[in-house]
């Protein structure tokens, strides 16, 4: 069976690499048509989810369910966070189907063809370690923010190692409490089971969910970074705890 996955696993991440070069044709396409009316390159984000939902549909070992969709603006602000457990984490979420802009690792966007259509769509950069980084990240996201795109942050900053959930960071409430906008947990199950943090190798068959959670008003904690942080986490934790 190890070797029956590894063949798998490289003819899956293969067939990335070979098809990722028409998508971003097709997404340079789709930026160039809507550029003059689509500010918020609503479009092109959501062919790019398009494109990363392929991935998940296409890979018979893997099912994926979505729940509380409803949670979820098409107009309007807010602050998405999700727990992180595993790379196939981004193409789950991608499968919400709602305009929202990533913040991502700066090493991401030096990647040829995903790297560039993240640029494309306006994606936030970011460089963990570097102060000069965050504050271009927050500021960044204040511009989004204005603008009404929401923004999705892993706030744990990086993929949990044995599947425990992180402590959370300050900057994605930061920017929910300054902008008086929502913050919308979501918790991703079952990823890890998946594709753990170290390696490449899938897994045996998973069922993943993506659940999200009723949004968290800034006001209602007073506008306190704290305590809106561990309000979210604690649901966040509670929801991958019933599973």
Request: glycine letters at 6%; one cysteine or more; aromatic letters at 10%.
């Amino acid at each position: 069976m190890a070797v029956v996955m590894l063949v798998f696993s490289a003819l899956y991440w293969a067939f990335i690499v070979v098809t990722c070069p028409f998508f971003f044709v097709g997404a340079v396409l789709v930026w160039l048509v809507t550029l003059p009316f689509d500010r918020r390159r609503v479009a092109l984000h959501l062919y790019s989810s398009a494109w990363a939902s392929f991935y998940v549909r296409v890979n018979p070992l893997w099912r994926l369910r979505i729940s509380g969709r409803e949670h979820l603006p098409w107009q309007g602000a807010a602050v998405l966070v999700a727990n992180h457990a595993s790379l196939i984490d981004i193409l789950v979420l991608f499968g919400l189907f709602r305009p929202y802009k990533w913040v991502s690792k700066q090493e991401i966007f030096k990647v040829p063809v995903l790297g560039w259509n993240m640029r494309l769509n306006d994606y936030v950069p970011l460089v963990r370690g570097s102060g000069e980084s965050v504050r271009r990240m927050m500021a960044h996201c204040d511009r989004l923010l204005k603008a009404g795109s929401p923004v999705m942050i892993f706030p744990e900053g990086r993929r949990t190692a044995d599947g425990s959930l992180q402590s959370f960071k300050n900057g994605a409430f930061e920017l929910a409490v300054r902008n008086g906008v929502p913050v919308i947990p979501i918790a991703v199950h079952g990823t890890r089971r998946a594709l753990p943090k170290h390696g490449l190798v899938l897994r045996e068959q998973v069922d993943a969910r993506v659940e999200v959670l009723p949004p968290l008003v800034p006001g209602d904690y007073a506008g306190d970074v704290t305590a809106l942080r561990e309000a979210a986490r604690d649901v966040i934790a509670a929801a991958l705890a019933a599973r």
